[in-house]
């Protein structure tokens, strides 16, 4: 009979992501992704490929930050993430830095990940996940100050606040009410039980 290769199992392209961050610029990182094809692929290079880049939480690509060229052919952008559609990939390695500017604050952001795959044999590809420790050990206090103030909210809740005081009322005596029905109802199941 006939047997299914698994085309998943052997990634067709090397992919090696180098993030370049600091703790000193927290607004700022740049990932540098190489690329390129692999001789198990048993091709001489691919045709149009994508590179999809996800970039951490709260940041986005640099404005013009990569641009097209020979090798680039499109550049397209959507919140946090990149796609970079390359005019094809060879066994020589190419470079691409993708620099990125903070758009809103994060803490504790996520891993990113890279997917770079043959446009037309989308089984050709391969994925890699990156981080950036410098933003991964950022709290929230990082953005806020020292003491956290700047985040901490201008609002007080009070008790003598007759709206808050009658809806705490009401729901303190439903409470009771809930707590008499419950105990009701399980004399009166003992009852019919007897």
């Known amino acids: 009979g006939r047997q299914r290769r698994d085309t998943q199992s052997t990634e067709a392209f090397d992919l090696e992501i180098t993030v370049i961050d600091d703790k000193d610029n927290i607004d700022h990182l740049s990932l540098s992704i190489c690329t390129r094809l692999l001789p198990a692929a ?16 709260g940041f986005t690509l640099v404005q013009n930050g990569v641009s097209r060229n020979v090798l680039i052919k499109n550049v ?16 020589t390695q190419v470079c691409i830095d993708i620099p990125a500017k903070r758009n809103s604050k994060v803490a504790n952001t ?14 050709r590809r391969a994925q890699r996940s990156y981080t950036s420790d410098v ?7 990082e953005f806020c100050g020292e003491d956290c103030n700047l985040c901490k909210p201008n609002v007080k809740v009070s008790n003598n606040n007759p ?5 705490s009322s009401v729901i303190q005596h439903l409470g009771i009410w809930w707590s008499f029905l419950v105990v009701i109802s399980q004399l009166m199941l003992v009852t019919i039980i007897r």
């Open 76 to 91: 397209e952008t959507n919140e946090s993430t990149v796609h970079i559609y390359l005019d094809s990939i060879n066994e």
């Open 163 to 167: 709206i808050i005081n009658s809806v």
């Open 110 to 123: 996520q891993d990113g990940y890279v997917v770079v795959y043959d446009y037309y044999e989308p089984r």
């Open 135 to 141: 933003l991964r050990n950022i709290s929230s206090c």
């Open 42 to 57: 048993n091709i001489s290079r691919t045709g149009m490929a994508l590179l999809y880049v996800t970039l951490p939480s």
